[in-house]
């Protein structure tokens, strides 16, 4: 079945130490999201790829990076993580530049920063 | 600012019964979304209704649209312990088309 794939499902960081979090797709969508979620909160966007172009959120920390080396590939890097930083962190993908079929998720990667 | 408001932040109902969870959002969009997220999971898509759009079934949901008083509403009927998950409306506003703002979500509990 086509899908979004978020690798590790939970991933455990130190203060300060890089961490990279992957997902990949099989739906062939151009446009790619990556959301953060803490406890009990909406997602919030962070930034997100329309096919090569990259599009960051202007409240977005410097500390969030990406990068979408192919249409299926999309990595989240978060340089220095800070315990503020723990939260379920959310891929998503959309269609034909998102006209009308909704985002469809990954399974989320779960980041504590301990 | 947040688009999305859902209400109640929090509802608990027996199996069997209906529940209706509201969103309330600020600006003109082209479509507001529902999705539903279990408990650690990422979120499903359930239903999108576009702006001239008032009303969309999908089974046991129906979703309605007043854009008037910028709100929609989903109800599910015959709900089922199953049902039990957070669900979050999004909106696709005209000014920032392709990039969806969620509200804080409807927090649903399905007792048996």
């Known amino acids: 079945d086509a899908m979004v794939i978020q690798n590790p499902r939970y991933q455990v960081t130190q203060f300060g130490k890089p961490v990279t979090l992957s997902c990949s797709q099989t739906?062939?969508?151009?446009?790619m999201y990556w959301y953060q979620q803490k406890s009990s909160q909406a997602p919030k966007l962070l930034f997100h790829?329309?096919?090569?172009?990259?599009?960051n959120e202007a409240d977005t920390p410097d500390n969030f990076q990406s990068r979408r080396p192919n249409t299926s590939f999309c990595f989240l890097d978060i340089r220095s993580p800070g315990l503020g930083d723990a939260a379920m962190y959310l891929c998503?993908?959309?269609?034909?530049?998102?006209?009308?079929?909704?985002?469809?998720f990954g399974s989320g990667t779960r980041l504590t920063v301990v | 600012s947040q688009q999305g408001e859902e209400d109640p932040q929090a509802l608990s109902i027996q199996e069997g019964e209906n529940a209706t969870m509201n969103c309330s959002y600020k600006t003109s969009i082209n479509n507001l979304q529902w999705y539903r997220q279990n408990s650690g999971r990422g979120l499903v898509h359930l239903i999108l209704?576009?702006?001239?759009?008032r009303e969309k079934h999908s089974g046991r949901l129906r979703v309605t649209l007043d854009t008037s008083k910028k709100s929609s509403s989903l109800l599910i009927t015959a709900s089922r312990a199953a049902d039990t998950a957070s669900y979050f409306c999004a909106t696709d506003a005209r000014t920032n088309a392709g990039k969806s703002t969620f509200g804080d979500g409807t927090t649903l509990t399905v007792k048996p």
């Open positions: 998503a993908t959309s269609g034909s530049g998102f006209r009308g079929s909704g985002y469809t």
């Open positions: 790829y329309y096919d090569k172009d990259f599009n």
């Open positions: 739906l062939n969508h151009n446009v």
């Open positions: 209704i576009r702006s001239n759009e």
